[in-house]
Each structure stands twice: as structure tokens, then as C-alpha cells.
């Protein structure tokens, strides 16, 4: 057997900056008073999710407001699309989300 055949070894991990690792967001205490935004994708089983859930959570907390955001938009991050002002004036009035995805 011949010593000249030889394979070079090499990792597959590529060498990047690291992104520090963040916690996630603090949760809120109470959601009496609270605007809960409730983004629902462009699949149609969102919708009635949506209402569903829109509907359960006025019931058990009847303070509370939720306020819409309708994704039409396939595949594709709502940032990256006409709907980008609209979608961070959203974000910037809500206390916590829920996205709902219709599957």
C-alpha cells in the first residue's frame, strides 16, 4: 500500500464573529390594561385563529386591547415589504404579540 495518496481534513464550521447571546424579553406581570398585537400570517387558517383567540382573550381578561396586524405577504419578512412603516408603527404600540400561523 502506497503512502502518497492523502486526504486533507477540514471543518465545516466556518469561522465568524459571534453574536453575544441575549435573554429573551422580560414577560409582563399583569395583562389588565394591556395592548396585546395579534399578527396574523397570510395562510388562511389564521384569520379564524385570530378571531378565536382575539375572542378568548377579552373574555378572560376584559381590560385588555388587541390591535391586528395582517400579514398578506408570503414568504417574505414583513420588514421587507411596503408594509414596513405600518408593521413598526405596530410594533412600537403593542406590549407583548402573539403570531399566529395558519396551518
Given at each position: 500500500?502506497?503512502?502518497?495518496?492523502?486526504?486533507?481534513?477540514?471543518?465545516?464550521?466556518?469561522?465568524?464573529?459571534?453574536?453575544p447571546m441575549k435573554g429573551i424579553s422580560p414577560r409582563l406581570?399583569?395583562?389588565?390594561g394591556k395592548t396585546i398585537g395579534l399578527f396574523q400570517n397570510?395562510?388562511?387558517?389564521?384569520?379564524?385563529?385570530?378571531?378565536?383567540?382575539?375572542?378568548?382573550?377579552?373574555?378572560?381578561?376584559?381590560?385588555?386591547?388587541?390591535?391586528?396586524?395582517?400579514?398578506?405577504?408570503?414568504?417574505?419578512?414583513?420588514?421587507?415589504?411596503?408594509?414596513?412603516?405600518?408593521f413598526i408603527k405596530w410594533v412600537e404600540g403593542i406590549d407583548?404579540?402573539?403570531?399566529?400561523?395558519?396551518?
Amino acid at each position: 500500500m502506497s503512502d502518497t495518496n492523502q486526504y486533507e481534513v477540514l471543518n465545516p464550521w466556518a469561522e465568524s464573529d459571534s453574536v453575544p447571546m441575549k435573554g429573551i424579553s422580560p414577560r409582563l406581570d399583569i395583562l389588565e390594561g394591556k395592548t396585546i398585537g395579534l399578527f396574523q400570517n397570510f395562510k388562511q387558517a389564521s384569520k379564524q385563529m385570530t378571531k378565536t383567540i382575539d375572542q378568548k382573550l377579552h373574555e378572560r381578561y376584559p381590560g385588555i386591547k388587541t390591535v391586528l396586524f395582517d400579514s398578506t405577504d408570503q414568504n417574505v419578512n414583513v420588514i421587507e415589504t411596503d408594509l414596513k412603516d405600518e408593521f413598526i408603527k405596530w410594533v412600537e404600540g403593542i406590549d407583548a404579540a402573539i403570531l399566529l400561523v395558519g396551518n
